[in-house]
Nanobody, 127 residues
Framework: QVRLVESGGGLVQAGGSLRLSCTVSGRTLSYYGMGWFRQAPGKERETVAAISRNGDNTYYADFVKGRFTISRDRAKNTVYLQMNGVKPEEAGVYYC????????????????????WGQGTQVTVSS
């Protein structure tokens, strides 16, 4: 059974940086396409970034392009979300998710396209 555990959330000042981690257990990371999502109170879960199984292709929501970076470390079975220039409206619970095997270079951008989810990590932004 696949298990995803997020970490790295916390309090960050507006304009600051934070790196979120998502460690996958139960199966090797390279088997999955991965994504990061966020959910603010009272709002729907939205896609932040996604990466293909082989890491060659990525997707970013328009509101994070140029500031956030998704990456994966096969040796550590971990996916990262580097968040720079964080904005107050980007506070919320950040989730990582895994998608069952796809083509090596395919990226899934919709939350409903993912099969396994972590418990989330809270990001709070002070202005």
């Amino acid at each position: 059974q696949v298990r995803l555990v997020e970490s790295g959330g916390g309090l960050v000042q507006a304009g600051g940086s934070l790196r979120l981690s998502c460690t996958v257990s139960g199966r090797t990371l390279s088997y999955y396409g991965m994504g990061w999502f966020r959910q603010a109170p009272g709002k729907e879960r939205e896609t932040v970034a996604a990466i293909s199984r082989n890491g060659d292709n990525t997707y970013y929501a328009d509101f994070v392009k140029g500031r956030f970076t998704i990456s994966r470390d096969r040796a550590k079975n971990t996916v990262y979300l580097q968040m720079n220039g964080v904005k107050p409206e980007e506070a919320g619970v950040y989730y990582c998710a895994a998608r069952l095997p796809l083509l090596q270079n395919a990226v899934v951008t919709r939350p409903d396209g993912y099969d396994y989810w972590g418990q989330g990590t809270q990001v709070t932004v002070s202005s």
